[in-house]
Every structure is written in C-alpha cells, then in structure tokens.
C-alpha cells in the first residue's frame, strides 16, 4: 500500500510540473500541487523510519521566506506582500516538499521522465505553431510568452541533454540516447522562437558548467567532446543570427520603447539606496507605481528591477538578498558535491542540479522570471534533484 501511494505521489507531482511548463492553467496547477502535497505526507508519515522528510536545503530556504514574512511589518504594501508571500514563498515551498518526497518513490524515474518529457514536446509544439501565427498571438500564447516560456527552456535544456549522456552510460535502450539530443535540438529551436538574447548565454553557461563536470571526471568521450563542440558552434549561429533579428526590431517605435534598463537600473538602485538592509517589502511589483511614473517617458509598462538580484534588495534589503543567495549557494554545493560521486545516476543528477541553477541565475540577470509557474517548476525540479542525489542507483 505504501508502494502505490509513493508511485501515486510521484505521478501527480510530475504532472504538477508538467502543468507548471504552461501559463493558462493556474486553477490544474494548484489542484495538482493540493493533490500532490496531499500524497506526498501521507508517504512521509508512513515511510518516515526510512525517509529524509526535509530536502537539506530546508534551513536557509525557511530563514528565507522568514524574512519574507517579516517584511510584512515594514512593507509599504503589507497586503500585497502577504499575497507575493502565499505565490512565491509558500507555495514554492509545498513545490519543493512535496516533488522531493514524491522523487524517492521507486518508480519515480520512469514516472517524472516521460511526462516532463511529453509536456517539454507539447509546450514548445504550441510556441512554435504560435510563434508562425505572428507575434501578437505568441507573446499571449499558453507557453506563457517569451519571458516564461525561455525561462522554462533554460531549465529543461540541462536535463535533457544529461538524460541522454546517462542513458548510454547505464546501457539504456537505444533510442533513448538520440530522443534525448533530438528533444535538446527542440528546445533550440524553440528558444528561436522567443527572440530573447539572454537564453542563449544562460544555455553557454550549462554548457560549460556540464562540460567542466564531465571534463574533471575524467570520462569524456571524443564523440561528447565533438557533440558539444558542434552544439557551441550551432547555438553561436543561432544566437547571431537572432540577435541580428532582434536588432532589426529595434528599428520600429515601439521596440525601441522596450530597451530600457540603462534607464531603469539606476532609478532601482536609488530606492535600495533608500532602504539598503531591510528594503521595500517582499513581492516583485511593490514599487510598481513609482517606477511607472517616473519611467513613463522611457516605457509606462515598467514596474520591476529586471534582474532577480536587485529585484531581492529591492524587495528585502541586503540581508533578504543574502539569504536568497544562501538558498542558491547550498543547492548548488549540494549538486556539485553529488557531481563527484562514483554512482553515475547521482552525478548525473548532481550536474543538471548545478547547470539548472546556473542557467537560472543567468537567464534572470536582464528580467526576474522566477515567479509564478516557473518558480513552482524551479523548486519543484530542484526537489526532485535532490532527491535523487540521496537515492541508490543502479549503474
């Protein structure tokens, strides 16, 4: 009995995330994430002699969303950061509970593999029929537009292109190993489709984060070697070829009113200065009418730092931005100490754990993404890694 409820727990959290990977579906993706959650304790209380019940991230992730909660008592909006709070706090927490407790069910791997897989397929099949349609359609499409839908990209393109590298490894059916470089070559072309500049630097850093791994185990192969070498090339010709597109863009009115944070980085910058250790209150936006008129002549539509680390000290000073960095931190030395290990299953985890977060960080460098679904499927995608960094393969 307990069994199925692991195998139950992990099938509704893989399709939480599956969910997560579209925008027009917040109501399914709660059901799912309440479902889930549900599951998920139910497992914890019966296998709790022989479960780690909290991911080993827990520590820094609840001083976090404590001093989230606390800037309620000084926020210039209290009632905004308690809504910002619930989305992207609380539930991210539920997310990041429940995928982790799910992850250890033993059919967990054949559960999250081939749904995120279908879901990746559908998802990027919408962007690009949409993305043919014209842009109007695709910036309001069920991908959830450029921004999210890149945001997604970047953190899917690493566990594909790893699923592959382990599958030969492990001496897994054939067909899995191009499924997976084919599915890599998808989120490409997809990635096109969004016009965005930053997901291509965010897919180099994986890149190399993936390539260092690989290189300092001592087991790359000279077909890898030639595999990555020839997806730097490709990815560097796509990049040109979409920045010249985006910059013929520019030459319209219009486009020209979006490239603006020359203009906005430094007007964030003064209301941090304002408020330097505790900041404004937690929630992105909360500034949101004094960016807007003071920035109306550059672009009326801006209301956030765009960049997820001024958009921390913004919301929460110094000591919030510290403590998100804290959460960062340890995930990624935990991905990286997992890297190592002689258990190839858990390397390779460990590895996608560490270019996952890499790639996030950089995607967010020029917007702040992590928010929403995305930030349900980050932390979702992260307790599954971690998870599966603590669990026994088999090579």
């Given at each position: 009995m307990s069994e199925k409820a692991q195998t139950a727990a992990a099938v509704f959290a893989a399709l939480f995330l599956a969910s997560s990977l579209f925008a027009q579906n917040v109501a399914l993706r709660l059901l799912l994430l309440g479902v889930a959650l549900l599951l998920a304790a139910v497992v914890a209380v019966r296998e709790r002699a022989h479960l780690r019940l909290l991911p080993p991230i827990w520590l820094p992730f609840v001083l976090w969303a404590a001093w989230a909660a606390a800037s309620m008592a000084w926020s210039v909006d209290a009632e905004r950061t308690l809504k910002e709070w619930r989305n992207e706090v609380l539930y991210t927490g539920c997310a990041l509970w429940a995928c982790y407790i799910a992850a250890h069910a033993r059919a967990a791997l054949r559960v999250f593999v081939p749904i995120l897989a279908v879901a990746a397929v559908a998802v990027c099949a919408i962007s690009l029929f949409e993305y043919a349609h014209g842009r109007k359609e695709y910036v309001t499409g069920w991908h959830g537009g450029p921004g999210d839908h890149s945001s997604t990209l970047v953190l899917l393109m690493p566990c594909a292109l790893m699923a592959g590298w382990y599958a030969r490894r492990a001496g897994a059916a054939a067909w899995i190993v191009p499924a997976s470089w084919a599915l890599a070559a998808l989120f490409f072309l997809s990635a096109y489709a969004t016009l965005n500049r930053t997901v291509w630097l965010a897919f180099a850093v994986q890149f190399a984060v993936l390539g260092a791994f690989l290189a300092?185990?001592?087991?790359?192969?000279?077909?890898?070697?030639?595999?990555?070498?020839?997806?730097?090339?490709?990815?560097?010709?796509?990049?040109?070829?979409?920045?010249?597109?985006?910059?013929?863009?520019?030459?319209?009115?219009?486009?020209?009113?979006?490239?603006?944070?020359?203009?906005?980085?430094?007007?964030?910058?003064?209301?941090?200065?304002?408020?330097?250790?505790?900041?404004?209150?937690?929630?992105?936006?909360?500034?949101?009418?004094?960016?807007?008129?003071?920035?109306?002549?550059?672009?009326?539509?801006?209301?956030?730092?765009?960049?997820?680390?001024?958009?921390?000290?913004?919301?929460?000073?110094?000591?919030?931005?510290?403590?998100?960095?804290?959460?960062?931190?340890?995930?990624?030395?935990?991905?990286?100490?997992?890297?190592?290990?002689?258990?190839?299953?858990?390397?390779?985890?460990?590895?996608?754990?560490?270019?996952?977060?890499?790639?996030?960080?950089?995607?967010?460098?020029?917007?702040?993404?992590?928010?929403?679904?995305?930030?349900?499927?980050?932390?979702?995608?992260?307790?599954?890694?971690?998870?599966?960094?603590?669990?026994?393969?088999?090579?």
């Open positions: 300092a185990r001592g087991r790359p192969t000279l077909k890898f070697a030639a595999g990555v070498l020839g997806a730097i090339v490709v990815m560097g010709g796509v990049l040109l070829a979409a920045q010249a597109e985006y910059m013929s863009t520019l030459r319209s009115k219009a486009s020209k009113q979006q490239d603006t944070r020359i203009a906005l980085w430094p007007e964030v910058a003064q209301h941090i200065a304002e408020r330097p250790l505790v900041g404004h209150g937690f929630g992105r936006g909360l500034l949101r009418a004094e960016l807007q008129e003071k920035l109306r002549r550059v672009n009326p539509n801006l209301w956030h730092a765009h960049n997820i680390l001024l958009d921390a000290a913004l919301q929460t000073g110094v000591v919030g931005l510290g403590l998100l960095l804290a959460v960062f931190g340890a995930t990624m030395y935990l991905g990286w100490r997992a890297a190592f290990s002689p258990s190839e299953g858990v390397a390779t985890c460990g590895m996608v754990l560490v270019a996952l977060v890499a790639g996030m960080l950089v995607r967010n460098m020029t917007d702040t993404l992590l928010a929403r679904q995305n930030a349900l499927l980050y932390w979702g995608m992260v307790g599954v890694l971690l998870a599966w960094t603590a669990r026994p393969w088999r090579a």
